[in-house]
């Protein structure tokens, strides 16, 4: 679950952080002053894994102090959809995101060899006004581009008519640790539970 992990009202029986390689912590500061929720030690003392996502070293020292603690570090990538990418080679796109981090989503279309003319970035969970959409919609088709988001940014939309959503997956390098991870997880749950 998403944004729950500082929620101390909601009984977890797994938590994990997943952590960006090329952004870390950022400046390790908390929001409004940087990028974390909440400070990053208690965080990492109710953590329970770790997913680093890429192969960059900016989550090194994260990592090193999960590690040190026994609990899983995780490495992951994301891998764009093949038919998403069939589907847009060729063209040239005007690609859009309101999430976390759009330079990732742009940079991940260029490394799909999708040709990204025009590129918008939006704030996270951006509340889209018709006026937003209805101006890139003519955008593009003035420029004769594709109009392309993220299909965490096409389920807040509701004139999806005209825009392609870019579909990603997230894949582990080592899915069976995560297996075993989940499992056993679950299976202590299931004792709690129980007794």
């Given amino acids: 679950m998403d944004d729950g992990f500082q929620s101390p009202a909601i009984v977890k029986d797994a938590s994990l952080i997943v952590i960006d390689s090329e952004r870390g912590v950022g400046n390790g500061q908390v929001f409004p002053a940087g990028p974390l929720r909440a400070p990053l030690r208690p965080q990492l003392a109710r953590t329970d894994a770790l997913i680093i996502v890429g192969d960059g ?11 040190a603690q026994g609990k899983p570090v995780l490495s992951a990538h994301l891998k764009p959809d093949e038919a998403a990418v069939r589907q847009l080679r060729g063209q040239r796109v005007l690609a859009f995101a309101g999430i976390g981090d759009p330079t ?8 799909g060899g999708i040709d990204v003319v025009m590129q918008r970035a939006f704030a996270d969970h951006h509340p889209y006004s018709q006026s ?11 420029d004769g581009l594709t109009l392309v988001t993220t299909e965490k940014d096409l389920a807040r939309l ?13 894949e582990f390098d080592d899915p069976a640790r995560l297996r075993k991870f989940v499992a056993d997880r679950l299976f202590k749950a299931r004792e709690r539970k129980e007794s």
Wanted: aromatic fraction near 6%; charge should be positive.
């Fill in 132 to 142: 937003e959409i209805e101006g890139l919609i003519t955008e593009a088709r003035r």
């Fill in 57 to 67: 070293s900016a989550a090194a020292p994260v990592a090193a102090e999960i590690a």
């Fill in 104 to 111: 990732r989503f742009f940079n991940t279309l260029r490394a």
């Fill in 158 to 170: 509701r004139d999806r008519q005209h825009i392609v959503p870019f579909a990603v997956t997230l």
